[in-house]
Each structure stands twice: as C-alpha cells, then as structure tokens.
C-alpha cells in the first residue's frame, strides 16, 4: 500500500527557514516524480518543487527558485523541502505528493495521484 507521510511546517517570520519531509512508503519503482504542492489562501495548487526520483533531476517554480531547495536521500524513499527566506506570500497548506510511471517530473497538481496528510506553513512577522 503506498502512503505518503508528512512532517515538519509551522510558523515562522519572515526571512525564516523552514524544512519540509516526506516519506515515501511502499513505492516499487524509481520512475516517479515527488513534488511539493502549496495551497495558498484563495489560489490554485501549485507545483512549487518536484524531483524525479530515478535521476534526481528537480523542477521549481520561479516563485521559490532560489529560496526552496528540493532532495532526497540515498535510499530514495525520502524527500525533503528546505525553505529558506520565506515571504508571508509562501504562506500555505503544503503537500507532498507522488505520481509513478513517468520520465520526468511533473508539474501539474491535477497529475499527481497520492497525497500527503499536508502541513500547514504561516510565515508572519
């Protein structure tokens, strides 16, 4: 049975850091994206990070390119979110979710079969 499971987020000010996990269970296949998706107050999901779990190859939004750092370890069934100079524009429900048997990473929201529980991140002075 494959699961995601959460942890980390909470409440920071801003220019804060924050670290995001994700761990991964009961995936069989390397070929996989894991992307990090962010619900903000009155937007659409969006794709803020993925990676392809068989290359390690990463994807961000320009909202958080230089400020987000995707990875995840050795043993692949882990995935991690560094959130580093965070604006109250980052503020949102984020969730860590997987989709299998694809090449790259993917960047839609909707293509994303199995979700995370969520963690919610407040960035507020």
């Known amino acids: ?16 850091s ?4 994700c761990h991964a269970f009961g995936y069989t296949t390397d070929s996989r994206s894991l992307g990090w998706i962010r619900q903000a107050p009155g937007k659409e ?3 803020v990070a993925a990676i392809y779990t068989a290359t390690g ?11 987000f750092t995707v990875s995840q370890d050795n043993g ?8 580093n100079s965070l604006k109250p524009e980052d503020t949102g429900m984020y969730y860590c979710a997987a989709v ?7 960047r ?7 979700w995370g529980q969520g963690t919610q991140v407040t960035v507020s002075s």
């Open 108 to 114: 839609a929201p909707i293509e994303y079969d199995d």
């Open 1 to 16: 049975r494959k699961e995601l499971v959460q942890s980390g987020g909470g409440s920071v000010p801003p220019g804060g």
């Open 18 to 21: 924050l670290p995001l996990s």
């Open 76 to 83: 692949k069934n882990m995935v991690f979110l560094q959130m």
């Open 100 to 106: 299998t048997g694809v090449w790259w990473t993917v």
């Open 57 to 67: 190859s990463y994807y961000y939004s320009k909202s958080v390119e230089g400020r």
């Open 45 to 47: 999901r969006e794709v």
